[in-house]
């Protein structure tokens, strides 16, 4: 972890006008270069809000955001900046069901122009890395929830982001499953260096964080370095 | 993996979907080939056989005596003769002169006019066959200018000599005569050596002899008519207008009724498949937006994951557009063969006898291009959608 800033969020406001809901209110959150964050709430607490702000998902109506130098509020398409310095983990894989567990994690490279093989060869290395050698042309239907979860974290890591952003990564798995998710999560952070932000609603998940990120209806209610 | 390898396993991914969608646009693929095909042919079968051989025009008398109306050549319209005064008592000489002729020396004249490929003088008369009271009408004209007036020998041969007459298939059949046979008029009889055809009824009831015979029979010097043909690189329009500038006591009739009869025929034809074509085009059409929308809402979800990994705008518009290309294309190929394959099977089924089948590259290349052009067009609103998706919204979508 460096003392650089990665993420630096001062009196950030979301409403959804329609629904007459403020999902994020007055938002200050600064998080370092390489640190693994876990954040907690309940239900409607913002938490997914918040995530889709740092990934340029959607944009906050007031305020001000940075993530890894980039102004959020300005007007203009993030696309890029998703691809180059975000790699996003949903609690659902989202894997494309016809495409083969390499197809699928190439799927981010095609933004980037790299070469076919190019494609290949870093799709075949990450899913070895997440212990999927053996299932590289195996489409998701035929695989369990954990291997689509660790495609999904091979595909988000394909083109090198800076932030890992996962929304409940672990939710839809047994405990012993995501345990395993959870610890190749850990392990990616350590040895590449990633900032990791995670969000989660069971506690001994987020304990394995270097801070824990409580929200409330829309608001940051404690920050908690675990050690 | 290649963009477009992404594209095409997009396409096979809901079998039945894209089925549906290829025999829609197929179906207006093969519609416009079809329907071209057989209008196309129509049209040309139509135009060989009026312009191998047939006049561009007529040159008359400006005046008519007190001969019926109008009198065009080939007359569908009633055609100068036949009117009652024509024909006087019931014995002896029945002639009736060809009214006003054209001189010899007119005819020669307009035969050196440059420009002019053939002229030719033909005489019209009518009389009785000895003993009835049965008109018939008559043609004079040199037998190698017989394909100027659409004349078709369908049975033996033209006349050689000045006894012999080739009789049109109606009148054939009215009389009971055939080749061989022998008929008699005005005392003189002719020996009949074939029979003709030339798609017009009235002519059909007539008989043909050689000029210089029914001058002789009707003591004429003269011609009724002169059938011009334009030399190639000449416009017939400006020729006809330039004789009758020459010769101010002619005047010239271009309406060729059967050419015009047919050509109302095949514009019938053409827009009726043409109103066919857009129908079929528009079933198409809104297939294959109609599949490209269920296609984009079915994956609101994926494009949300694809906006969420980094993809931009152009490449969902890409991703869709090319999606929808590649299935007009696809059905564009099946639509061709279809549309050749029932062409061939109304062939073969003799549904199309006389008609010369006109397979032209423009009308491939239409066709591919209208289904391109759908496949193209249909796809842009969908994709349009699908660019536009707001990803949070996208990825919350069940
Ligand atoms: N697109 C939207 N339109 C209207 N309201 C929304 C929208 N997205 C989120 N909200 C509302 O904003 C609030 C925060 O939602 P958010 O999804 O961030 O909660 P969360 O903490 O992730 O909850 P969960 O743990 O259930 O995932 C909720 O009240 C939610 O109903
Ligand atoms: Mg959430």
């Known amino acids: 972890m460096s003392n650089e800033n990665i993420v630096k969020i001062e009196n950030l406001i979301k409403r959804y006008d329609q629904a007459g809901v403020i999902a994020l209110d007055g938002i200050n959150l600064e998080i370092k270069k390489g640190e693994f964050v876990s954040i907690m709430g309940p239900s409607g607490s913002g938490k997914s809000t918040l995530l889709n702000m740092i990934g340029a998902l959607d944009q906050a109506d007031e305020g001000s955001i940075q993530v890894s130098g980039q102004n959020l509020m300005e007007k203009k398409d993030f696309s890029s900046f998703r691809s180059k310095e975000i790699g996003f983990i949903f609690q659902l894989h989202n894997l494309i069901p016809n495409l083969t567990a390499s197809e699928n994690v190439q799927i981010p490279m095609l933004q980037t122009n790299n070469s076919d093989e190019e494609m290949v060869k870093r799709a075949t290395e990450l899913l070895g890395s997440v212990n999927l050698g053996n299932r590289v042309d195996q489409v998701p239907t035929k695989l369990s929830g954990g291997e689509r979860q660790r495609i999904a974290i091979a595909r988000a890591l394909v083109n090198h982001p800076n932030i890992i952003l996962a929304d409940e990564p672990t939710g839809a798995l047994d405990s012993k499953m995501g345990d395993i998710i959870l610890e190749l999560l850990r392990e990616i952070h350590e040895k590449e260096n990633m900032t990791l932000i995670l969000v989660t609603h069971e506690e001994y998940v987020a304990k394995k964080a270097d801070r824990i990120i409580s929200m409330m209806d829309g608001k940051i209610t404690s920050e908690n370095c675990t050690l | 993996m290649k963009f477009r390898s992404l594209i095409i396993k997009n396409i096979f991914r809901n079998k039945s979907r894209s089925i549906l969608a290829i025999i829609g646009i197929a179906i207006g693929a093969a519609a416009i080939l079809g329907l071209g095909l057989v209008t196309d042919s129509l049209a040309s079968s139509t135009q060989q056989a009026l312009t191998t051989g047939a006049a561009d025009f007529s040159v008359l008398p400006s005046s008519f005596g007190g001969h019926g109306s109008g009198g065009g050549f080939g007359g569908g319209s009633g055609g100068g003769f036949g009117g009652s005064s024509a024909f006087n008592g019931s014995s002896g000489a029945t002639f009736v002169s060809a009214g006003q002729t054209i001189d010899q020396s007119t005819l020669n004249s307009i035969q050196q006019m440059p420009g002019v490929e053939t002229a030719a003088g033909v005489l019209r008369s009518a009389t009785e066959l000895n003993g009835t009271t049965q008109p018939l009408t008559l043609l004079g004209i040199d037998s190698q200018d017989l394909s100027l007036d659409d004349v078709q020998i369908t049975n033996g041969s033209a006349f050689t000599s000045s006894n012999q007459i080739i009789l049109g298939s109606t009148a054939a059949t009215g009389l009971n005569k055939t080749i061989g046979d022998q008929l008699t008029f005005d005392n003189q009889t002719f020996i009949v050596v074939g029979i003709y055809e030339t798609g017009d009824f009235m002519s059909d009831r007539g008989a043909i002899l050689s000029l210089s015979t029914l001058q002789n029979l009707t003591n004429t010097t003269g011609v009724s008519q002169i059938l011009v043909k334009a030399s190639n690189g ?155 998706l707001a990803p949070t919204e996208a990825l919350r979508y069940e």
């Not at chain 2, 034809?269 to 296609?295: N, Y």
């Not at chain 2, 006898?353 to 209208?370: F, R, Y």
């Open chain 2, 234 to 388: 000449t416009s017939p329009t400006s020729l006809s207008s330039q004789i009758t500038q020459n010769y101010t006591n002619l005047t010239t009739s271009t309406s060729l009724s059967g050419f015009n009869r047919m050509n109302n025929g095949i514009q019938i034809i053409e827009s009726g498949s043409w109103a066919i074509t857009l129908i079929a085009l528009l079933v198409a059409g809104v297939m294959v937006v109609a599949t490209m929308m269920k296609s984009v809402s079915d994956r609101t979800r994926e494009i949300g994951v694809l906006k969420a990994v980094g993809w931009n705008k152009r490449r969902i518009l890409a991703l869709i557009i090319g999606e929808s290309m590649i299935l007009a294309s696809i059905a564009t190929v099946i639509g061709l063969i279809i549309g050749v394959g029932a062409v061939e099977v109304l062939i073969s089924s003799h549904i199309l006898n006389g008609i010369h089948i006109a397979l032209s590259l423009n009308l491939v290349l239409e066709a591919v291009g209208v289904a391109l052009f759908l496949g193209i067009v249909g796809g842009i609103y969908p994709a349009y959608r699908a660019s536009r």
